[in-house]
């Protein structure tokens, strides 16, 4: 289904903002509470938090982050996806999220429909709501919707980038690269795994793969540490394997490099027992695979075997 209509009655130009916005309403469903909790008011209002609150923001971008061959559901439930992996990176749960959209006047009404289906049944799987938001008119052949999702921290630890000291263990969920093979959207938030990470005392600092292992791995580095990755440990993933017959470059490097893996990159206390903690995961996670990649050594002190990241780039915004 093209995003963009070539019949003016089939466009959102042919409903006008107040019917797409009573359209919007019922599209969401029961995701999107009556006012002043959901869509109607100025503002949404939300309960007292708990817990810390955790606030994050992620857009998708028409011709950025997808393209005519991705379903209109999956790109609607992509935008919530992203923004809830930020959410497991920091081992909360999501609570409510506005969204606001840019649309071209000739923007497909059905497909815009199906964007917002795709979104409630996301939302309805991970029992948040969508509160509200804005809609705004964007040149011809844009379309963007940019999502701010709250959440709340799991418990009274929250888990961010930093804490990891040398010795310490690196590990990763799941397989890496090749999301250019659809990957991209149809990836699970690792919300569950956050959230029990967080709770265990060995892991000092988690972030999801969003720019490629070679670029993230610098936001968990602290002063004074390098990584040592090891090659043969990085968990390639199949699509990487099969991007990597077309491209000619080697599996490794789709996968430190492709990008929206959105997978969870942490550190676990050097001093804590690897087998243990190993087998709590295999035991509370079977079916997602985990893989200890290398550690933290100190900077200026060569680790032999390690991983020469030099070569390697993720994905660089603005450039």
Known sequence: MPIFATRPAASVASLGEQRLIGHVRR????TSPRAPFGIGDDCAVLPPARRAQLVTTDPVIYGRHFDAGVPARQVGAKLL???LSDIAAMGGRPVAAVISLALAPETSHAWLRSFYLGLAATARHYRMQIVGGDITEAPAGFFGAFL???GEA???HIVTRSGARAGDRIYVTGRLGGSRLGGHYR???RLREGAWLAGRPEVRAMMDLSDG???DIGSLTGPGLTPALCAPAIPVSPAARRL?????REPLAHALCDGEDYELL???RGRSAPAAFEAAWRRRFPRTPLTRIGLFAPLGQPWAGALDLAPYHGYEHLR
């Open 148 to 150: 701010t999702l709250q």
């Open 81 to 83: 996806k992203r923004n």
């Open 187 to 189: 990836f699970i938030p």
């Open 154 to 156: 799991g418990g009274r």
């Open 213 to 215: 292992l070679a670029k």
């Open 27 to 30: 599209w969401l469903g029961d």
């Open 266 to 268: 942490f550190v676990v």
């Open 244 to 248: 990597a017959r077309r491209t000619g």
